[in-house]
């Protein structure tokens, strides 16, 4: 399977022995474990034998399998409450105990549960289920609860039930008092769901000028805010105070919503949207009055931000500086492809308390170990933090964190930022915070060095394992039309109709599959919304023409040789115009399945039989920094983070798009396909586009001559010195059109095939090394 399967589920009820096998199949396969309280005895249910089954589990998983504590899920059953029987009063305020000590006394370990279970007196009366689990999922969450399987259909906002309604059904999950049930079931029998209201409501209007702009912030409102922000300004005594006061008080309510779970990134981007635009009416008043008196506002301390050198994406960055400037830091957002050396010179010049870095691509993690170095090297002590999406707490606590005497800490997302941060700078707090990362990146390294990952096997063997095609009864298609093809200019609508909208949902920390998370009970009134403004701005950007989208294939003969795939000039297969040189998987695989190569589904040069290969380079970024500038001249984060967003999605568009027409029409191969987007999405169709630096082609040198090959510059693009591609916006490959090609992951490899590769590819074993660390374990 891809990614990292979840076991559901295994226990103790037919004894150890058993219990020990399922579980050492289960990491055999690398897999995480649900495991259920329940032994020889039966389910546990009660506080005390939910405890003494989870112990007894997690010791033996980790002691005697060696199973990753962070793999363990205990399940300490979801019973039903409000059955009318007293024993089961209790069920639910046990499971939320057993949550918060499972938390404290089992490192790592997760805790799931069936929360449906929880209201199953109740079947039949939906907005009463939907209520229980609201409020039950409140509790859980914030004893230590980590997931849950539940009907998304029945769950509600916790703040917004019904008060009566949650006060009677938090009576019940608590087991608040001895009639608790009784008055559930008769305000149960009474109680209709009320439909919501749509239209505006501007009665906050009529509030005081504070009150505005606190609903204004708290709402993401601009309509009106330079004019209360003036109005609060001529009731001040300073413009300052504005800040401090109303507006900072605003901001704390956003801040507030959103680290207790009940507010959402896109909603607090608008926030400081609203915040910014305020603050900019009250700059020119503050600068005036600080030329007098020589005073400023004092932030809750100084970040310097950087995406690192030789990487050029920055949307992750930016919402995380947005965050942080609604919580009253000062961030110096220095942008991308920053060096080092001017990433550190800013911090000592500007007296940053702290320093955080981003990336997205694999070599950016090399750089960030590089500033750490750097950091150490030159006596510094801010607290350094890391963030981006191939970052990992793993990687910061093994690669990264040695090479720096201060702390250093991963920042998994936006909504991390804030605490991370407070804590950092809290005389009352960092010392204890900054001793407790410290403890929890030793035991991260010394699991991670006592680790055994899957068995290496020499790479002579792996290649022995190959994927084998019958190329003996196989006839590669021929492009219909072979050589280099620019398509430029590409319809903005017909590839809108091409975009997947779930990573767009991601970069906005939305997670829930698309298009089920737009009636989400949690997220989807936020899905919704910002789908709905994200459609606007697309309309915008197709009919005002703000982007231009451009595309360059090349489709050649070509075969492979060993590990290496030729793509030729001409059918004459005498000019190597460019060589693929790819990893092959070296993990024992099980019986029955090759160690694949992308080579494999090349014929190969031995065989005779002449088969091809595709390349591409398409961008939807271009004309976008005109557009950004005109939004960072408003102060406008929302605008210019939902712009970037969008634009992503129509290059990764455009490569469905540019992929469909070749399949069926330049190459040709199948002519009579017909699938629509989400079949296409799906990838339901024949042949591949491997894209460097993803997991089966994690090599992102190779960009380099696929760059050349296709003469990228010509339809805008180019590299930076770690192999980003620019525009930002923009994604490149190759094409295989065997019917049996497909996707994986290369995983680790061995220091046999990283010799292989530097041999092949006449470079640096060191320089090469810190290219594939990720692959190198």
């Known amino acids: 399977v891809q990614g990292k399967p979840v076991v559901n589920s295994i226990s103790m009820k037919e004894g150890e022995g058993e219990f020990l096998r399922q579980a ?6 690398g897999a995480a474990a649900i495991v259920m309280c329940f032994d020889e005895k039966g ?21 005697q399998v ?11 059953n979801v019973f039903a409450i409000a059955t009318g029987i007293d024993e089961h009063a209790n069920y639910a305020v046990d499971f939320i105990r057993t949550a918060a000590w499972i938390k404290q006394h089992l490192p790592h370990a997760k805790v799931s549960g069936g929360i449906s279970n929880v209201s199953f007196s109740f079947r039949g009366n939906d907005p009463v289920r939907a209520a229980i689990h609201t409020v039950f999922l409140y509790h859980a969450i914030r004893a230590g609860l980590t997931m849950g399987i539940v009907n998304a259909g029945q769950l509600g906002v916790y703040d917004e039930l019904d008060s009566e309604l949650r006060e009677r059904v938090e009576d019940v999950v608590l087991n608040r008092r001895a009639d608790a049930t009784e008055r559930l079931v008769a305000f149960a029998e009474t109680y209709k769901a009320q439909g919501r209201k749509t239209e505006e409501d501007l009665a906050w209007r009529s509030g005081t000028v504070e009150e505005r702009l606190s609903h204004a912030l708290v709402k993401g409102i601009t309509t009106h805010i330079i004019d209360d922000t003036e109005e609060a300004r001529q009731k001040y005594a300073r413009p300052i105070q504005v800040i401090e006061g109303p507006l900072m008080a605003g901001m704390n309510v956003v801040g507030d919503l959103f680290g207790a779970g009940k507010m959402f990134l896109p909603q607090v981007v608008k926030s400081a949207r609203v915040m910014k635009q305020a603050v900019g009416h009250l700059v020119p008043f503050i600068e005036a009055e600080k030329a007098k008196s020589g005073e400023a506002g004092k932030p809750k301390g100084t970040i310097v931000m950087a995406t690192v050198k030789g990487d050029v994406h920055d949307i992750g960055k930016n919402i995380v500086g947005v965050v942080l400037q609604c919580n009253n830091f000062d961030v110096i957002d220095l942008g991308v492809m920053v060096p080092a050396k001017k990433i550190l010179d800013t911090a000592r010049d500007r007296e940053a308390d702290i320093v955080g870095l981003s990336g997205l691509i694999t070599p950016s993690l090399e750089e960030m170990a590089h500033v750490a170095h ?18 990992s707490r793993v990687h910061t606590a093994v690669k990264i964190a040695p090479n720096y005497g201060g702390v250093t800490v991963y920042v998994p997302d936006a909504s991390r930022a804030v605490g991370v941060a407070s804590h950092l700078l809290s005389d009352e707090h960092k010392e204890a915070y900054v001793a407790e990362v410290a403890a929890d990146y030793d035991r991260v390294r010394s699991q991670h060095a006592a680790k055994k990952g899957p068995a290496l096997i020499p790479l002579a063997k792996a290649r022995a394992n190959a994927f084998k095609a019958d190329w003996a009864r196989y006839i590669p298609p ?10 430029k200019h ?15 949902f991601q970069t906005w920390e939305l997670s829930g599959p698309f298009p089920a998370i737009l009636d989400d009970a949690i997220v989807g009134e936020a899905a919704r919304n910002v789908f709905a403004e994200g459609q606007a701005m697309l309309k915008r950007i197709v009919e005002g023409r703000w982007l231009t989208a451009n595309g360059v294939i090349a489709l050649l003969p070509a075969n492979s040789v060993g590990d290496d795939i030729e793509l030729y000039a001409d059918e004459s297969r005498t000019s190597v115009a460019l060589t693929w040189r790819n990893l092959r998987q070296q ?8 160690n694949y190569c992308l080579a494999d589904f090349v014929a190969p040069k031995s065989s005779s039989v002449k088969d091809y290969a595709g390349a591409f380079a398409v961008t939807a970024g271009l004309g976008i920094e005109k557009k950004l500038s005109l939004f960072e001249a408003k102060k406008d984060d929302y605008s210019a983070i939902m712009l970037k967003a969008l634009a992503d999605r129509l290059a990764e568009a455009c490569a469905e798009w540019l992929h469909m027409r070749v399949r069926r029409e330049f190459w040709g191969y199948a002519h009579d396909e017909r699938l629509d987007s989400a079949a296409m999405i799906r990838e339901e169709y024949r042949g591949i586009r491997p894209a460097p630096g993803y997991p089966a082609c994690p090599d992102h040198a190779v960009k380099a001559p696929l760059f050349e090959l296709l003469q990228a510059d010509r339809i805008g693009m180019a590299l930076t010195e770690s192999y980003a591609m620019l525009p930002a ?6 094409y295989l059109a065997h019917p049996e090609a497909t996707y994986f992951a290369v995983g680790r490899i061995g220091e046999d095939q990283l010799r292989d590769m530097a041999a092949r590819q006449r470079r640096d074993e060191a320089a090469l090394r810190r290219e594939l660390a990720p692959n190198l374990g």
């Open 374 to 391: 750097e950091m150490q090297r030159l006596g510094m002590q801010q607290p350094l933090l890391i963030g981006g999406a191939t970052t």
């Open 587 to 594: 993990n024992e695989r099980p019986q029955g399945k090759p």
């Open 66 to 76: 060696g199973f990753p504590p962070e793999d363990i899920v205990i399940d300490p």
């Open 43 to 63: 389910q546990a249910d009660t506080y005390e034998r939910r405890i003494e089954v989870a112990r007894r589990a997690y010791d033996l998983l980790v002691d």
């Open 24 to 29: 050492r199949l289960v990491k055999r396969y």
């Open 729 to 734: 916006a923009s994604v490149s490959g190759f």
């Open 478 to 487: 021929k492009p219909a039309f072979p050589g280099r093809r620019e398509i």
């Open 490 to 504: 590409v319809d903005l609508a017909e590839l809108a109709r091409y975009i997947d909208w779930g990573p767009f």
